[in-house]
């Protein structure tokens, strides 16, 4: 399996992250396989004029389709700054409408080991935050796994958010690291 894609970047306020979902190409192969198989069906029971079966396969190939475009386009984009988390998930041809989820106090981020048969080890990002009753809540997961390595630079890029933070509320010189 392929690592997925992975961009990070930010204006100081805000840390911009875009996930993109890199499949297998058996993996490709097998949806291409599964929607002409469903449009197939679709077409015999149009021709045969058979209503059930036309309607029970028309919707599944729609979830099919959906599957499909997440799978050969799919991307996440997150927008993170100290007090939200934005996220819209891209299938190629359309976007989701844009979430947003406040976050409490501070954020915190967790890398869960995921299983993989691939080479490189894949860790999906949990991101924790505190409610007014200082207990832990998961604000957002993302739904595509990425690197060890690519989740270490987004935990730098949210601990940076905060450190400026903590800057401006207490008039602080800015802190820049060499």
Not at 87 to 112: D, P, W
Request: hydrophobic content about 45%; some cysteine; aromatic content about 10%.
């Amino acid at each position: 399996m392929k690592d997925n894609g992975f961009m990070i970047d930010s204006d100081g306020i805000c840390l911009f992250i875009t996930l993109t979902l890199r499949p297998s190409l058996p993996g490709r192969l097998i949806l291409i396989f599964l929607n002409a198989v469903l449009a197939g069906i679709i077409t015999v029971a149009a021709i045969h004029e058979i209503p059930a079966l036309l309607i029970v396969s028309a919707l599944i190939f729609l979830l099919l389709i959906r599957y499909s475009l997440w799978n050969f386009y799919g991307k996440e984009h997150l927008t993170i700054n100290t007090k939200s988390i934005r996220y819209q998930h891209e299938y190629g041809f359309f976007k989701t409408t844009a979430q947003t989820n406040k976050i409490g106090r501070s954020l915190m981020v967790e890398a869960q080991n995921i299983y993989q048969s691939g080479k490189s080890k894949q860790v999906r990002l949990v991101f924790v935050s505190h409610d007014e009753n200082d207990f832990p809540e998961e604000v957002y997961h993302v739904a595509i796994p990425i690197t060890q390595k690519n989740a270490n630079a987004v935990i730098r890029g949210i601990n940076l958010l905060y450190m400026d933070k903590v800057t401006d509320d207490y008039s602080l010189p800015p802190i820049h690291m060499n």
